[in-house]
Nanobody, 125 residues
């Protein structure tokens, strides 16, 4: 059974940094992708960043590309999200996702088949 486990979410202040971690067990997604999405209250889940393991290519949402950095270890199916200069609008539940998206779905929820339970990030002003 595939499981994704996130950690690292907490309450921080505007401008702070935070690092999220995600580890996958039960499967190796070496041929696919692992990434991060987030969902704020009353909003749809949105793409944050992802790594396509086969190519090593990284994708970011425009809203975070200058502040967040995704990294990972393909061998252990683990990814990390370094978040800098956090803003109140970054407040959300952050979800780890894994799957085998094609290029046109790499930034979409539908491109991923496995999801973690989420970790809450709250940025106070």
């Amino acid at each position: 059974q595939v499981q994704l486990a996130e950690s690292g979410g907490k309450l921080v202040q505007t401008g702070d940094s935070l690092r999220l971690s995600c580890a996958a067990s039960g499967s190796n997604f070496g041929g696919g992708a692992m990434g991060w999405f987030r969902q704020a209250p009353g909003k749809e889940r949105e793409f944050v960043a992802t790594i396509r393991w086969a190519t090593g290519r990284i994708y970011y949402a425009d809203s975070v590309k200058d502040r967040f950095s995704i990294s990972g270890d393909k061998a252990i199916s683990a990814i990390y999200l370094q978040m800098n200069s956090l803003k109140p609008e970054d407040t959300a539940v952050y979800y780890c996702a894994a799957g085998r998206p094609i290029l046109s779905t790499v930034r979409t929820v539908s491109g991923y088949t496995h999801w973690g339970q989420g970790t809450q990030v709250t940025v106070s002003s």
